[in-house]
């Protein structure tokens, strides 16, 4: 038997979700068994345990799209037992019984080696927050959009990929402004890098086709309204990374920045990202940020706590990442 976080909808209950002790038979097929050391909370974990967003495809289920451990037995080539080991995404969480969990069975392609020079405690501080985050700047870089070429905004920057988004931009030299509700958080924000904080409201709001161009680029993990009007003030030739839905899926634009201005939107998927994209983006990662950076970016709860900080998630109240320790 271990602890799990589990959701399930049943008639005596509807849609809910609790900790409670799971038998080891249930977990669901895969081909290496994971000791669980660190999962993480994420803005779609907290939709699937507050159960305010179509996360979850099958009941019941362990939520956490992210997990880091330690093989524990090993059908695969690719890992024997005692190899530390990191999952972002494949549906887990979703489809497949996922991190916020004391054990995890999981496909062996899923499944990449702790990279190399961050701890357990690291990458999950990063997660696929941080991952995501690395994989827009990539993006921009990939794009050709270099630090003397002008502001970069990040939305949603009091969030998981808004922070690392901030930090990992400000390293690379980039000016960054950043986006929030929460202006009584920008001492941090300005601690992570940025160089301006503007108020959410000025973009959440309809606006028009296109506006007065100021960003070169945005990495923007808000849609529907902040997504569009980024889009409108971006300059010629420069690009949008979109990477989340915080404010809603809709999309209420217009063609214009695209074939008026050449600006570029680009999509980020995390999730199924093939394995050589992952690796590259954790080894940037590594690389970029110091054990600090981790520390100042997360903070750690254990998973009885899950649930009711899922709720505090969702309703805007958590800055940065939580870490959930699964060891105790």
């Not at 099958?58 to 093989?71: A, E, I, S, W, Y």
């Not at 009711?308 to 940065?320: D, F, N, Y």
Request: aromatic share 6%; net charge negative; charged share 25%.
């Amino acid at each position: 038997m271990f602890k799990a976080v589990l959701i399930d909808k049943t008639e005596e209950k509807g849609y809910h979700a609790l900790v409670t002790e799971v038998d080891e038979s249930q977990l669901p097929e895969g081909d290496v068994l994971v000791d669980v050391i660190y999962s993480t909370l994420n803005y779609k974990d907290g939709l699937a345990i507050t159960g305010k967003g179509p996360v979850v495809r099958k009941f019941p289920m362990v939520p956490g799209v992210d997990l880091v451990g330690r093989v524990s037995k090993s059908d695969s080539e690719r890992f024997v037992e005692g190899d530390l080991v990191l999952l972002n995404g494949w549906g887990v969480g979703e489809g497949h019984w996922g991190g916020l969990a004391e054990k995890c069975r999981l496909k062996n392609e899923w499944l990449i080696k702790l990279p190399e020079g961050l701890t357990p405690a690291q990458v999950m501080a990063a997660g696929t927050a941080g991952y995501t985050a690395m994989l827009c700047v990539q993006a921009l870089e990939d794009k050709g959009i270099k630090p003397s070429d002008g502001d970069v905004l990040v939305t949603g920057a009091n969030g998981g990929v808004g922070g690392f988004s901030v930090k990992l931009l400000s390293q690379l030299g980039y000016t960054v402004v950043a986006s929030t509700g929460r202006p009584e958080e920008s001492d941090y924000l300005k601690g992570l890098g940025a160089s301006e904080i503007i108020d959410r409201q000025t973009l959440s709001e309809p606006g028009k086709p296109l506006q007065k161009e100021r960003w070169a680029a945005v990495i923007d993990s808000v849609g529907s309204h902040t997504l569009a009007n980024v889009c409108a003030q971006t300059r010629y030739g420069g690009v949008v990374a979109a990477c989340g839905l915080a404010q809603g899926m809709d999309f209420p634009a217009t063609v214009a920045p695209f074939i008026l201005r050449g600006v570029t939107l680009a999509g980020i998927d995390s999730v199924m990202r093939p394995l050589a994209n992952r690796e590259q983006a954790w080894k940037r990662l590594a690389e970029l940020l110091d054990a600090s950076d981790f520390e100042t970016l997360a903070h750690e709860i254990a998973l009885d706590q899950v649930i009711e900080t899922a709720h505090k998630l969702i309703e805007g109240q958590v800055r940065g990442r939580v870490l959930v320790n699964l060891e105790g």
